[in-house]
């Protein structure tokens, strides 16, 4: 079974100072390994995704995100925090022969002028 | 290019009816996927449909059903309705069969109220 862990339930950052959100996951095989946000009323919006390569990933609006293989993580950062970035935030997984999408809690970000 | 779209956005049902919510795939997206977002439960797989086939299977009692159109349209249904359905229902589409490094879109959801 895939399972997907966002340790945070909020994280408070002021704007300008960097943003890290969490995200551990347990996968057979080789994850893939994705990002959404989540606007108040509106669905998720994709913000990037892991498949293989550079552990680096960047992907829309300034995010970027980390792939540890050892660590079994998949943390998400934006260097400079904006206000609009307030959010709920999802991590999800899948494995290579899996067809499902497995999310994580979410965590909420509060960015703070 | 026009996003996932979910008719309708807000619904409003009480105990024992049924509800039938519906989703428009990005065009030339041929895999549906159907999400239940409640807050604590979080977000959980419903179903998803390929070319007109459900393919996958969350672990849903069988209130749940759904279907998708030769157009890859797609509906979900919810017969019977319980307090606990309440929730924000969100529909995804992928270009192809999701799996791997398929990346799904989502729609704005539906968000269904029981009473």
């Known amino acids: 079974a895939q399972s997907v862990a966002q340790p945070e339930d909020q994280v408070n950052v002021a704007e300008g100072n960097p943003l890290t959100v969490k995200c551990t996951y347990s996968v057979s095989g080789n994850p893939y390994l994705f990002w959404y946000v989540q606007y108040p009323n509106r669905g998720l919006q994709f913000l990037l995704k892991?498949?293989?390569?550079?552990?680096l990933v960047k992907g829309s609006y300034g995010f970027e995100a980390e792939f540890n293989k050892s660590q079994t993580s998949f943390h998400l950062k934006k260097p400079s925090a904006l206000v609009s970035d307030s959010a709920l935030y999802f991590c999800a997984v899948r494995g290579a022969a899996g067809n499902k999408l497995t999310f994580g809690g979410g965590t909420r970000v509060l960015v703070k002028p | 290019k026009a996003g996932v779209t979910q008719t309708p956005r807000y619904l409003i049902k009480t105990r024992g009816q049924q509800v039938t919510l519906s989703c428009s795939p990005i065009?030339?997206?041929?895999?549906v996927s159907w999400y239940q977002q409640t807050p604590g439960q979080g977000l959980q797989f419903l179903f998803e449909y390929f070319s007109e086939t459900q393919r996958n299977k969350g672990n849903f009692p069988g209130r749940f059903s759904g279907r998708q159109f030769s157009n890859s349209r797609s509906e979900m249904n919810v017969s019977t309705l319980e307090l606990g359905d309440s929730a924000l229902y969100l529909c995804a589409s992928s270009f192809a069969l999701a799996g791997g490094s398929e990346t799904q879109y989502f729609g704005p959801g539906t968000r269904l109220l029981v009473l």
């Open positions: 065009s030339g997206h041929r895999s």
């Open positions: 892991y498949i293989t390569g550079d552990n």
